[in-house]
């Protein structure tokens, strides 16, 4: 079965930055918009950025746009998000998630069919 698996998440302190990855089982991955969300605790999942399947088009969330950098090699079955500037307000867990049926740039996470298990991301203040 197609699997997403996170990693990169650690403790870091306002103002770092951490770079997540995020890799695929299979290159069919290579053919799906792939996207981060994020959830804090007690919190809904919140769209973070998403990327197509080509690379040519990204959207970002408002709360990170600016700061965070979303990338993907193909070759390698690989998603990045690259995190600088750093806040206590971006502590949450991460996840990876891919939309195997449409190929817009869907900030719902109802529209992703694939998630991975999530790495944690803190920021201490």
């Known amino acids: 079965q ?5 990693s990169g998440g650690r403790l870091v ?26 959830q804090a605790s007690g919190e809904e999942r919140e769209f973070v950025a998403a990327i197509s399947w080509s690379g040519g088009s990204i ?28 806040k206590p307000e971006d502590t949450a867990d991460y996840y ?4 195997t049926v449409t190929r817009g740039l869907a900030v719902v996470p109802s529209y992703y069919a694939l998630w991975g298990q999530g790495t944690r991301v803190t920021v201490s203040s």
Do not use: P
């Open 2 to 6: 197609a699997q997403l698996v996170e």
């Open 59 to 86: 959207h970002y969330a408002d709360s990170v746009k600016g700061r965070f950098t979303i990338s993907r090699d193909n070759a390698k079955n690989i998603m990045y998000l690259q995190m600088d500037s750093l």
């Open 96 to 99: 990876c998630a891919a939309d």
């Open 13 to 38: 302190q306002t103002g770092g930055s951490l770079r997540l990855s995020c890799a695929a089982s299979s290159r069919t991955f290579n053919t799906y918009t792939l996207a981060w969300f994020r």
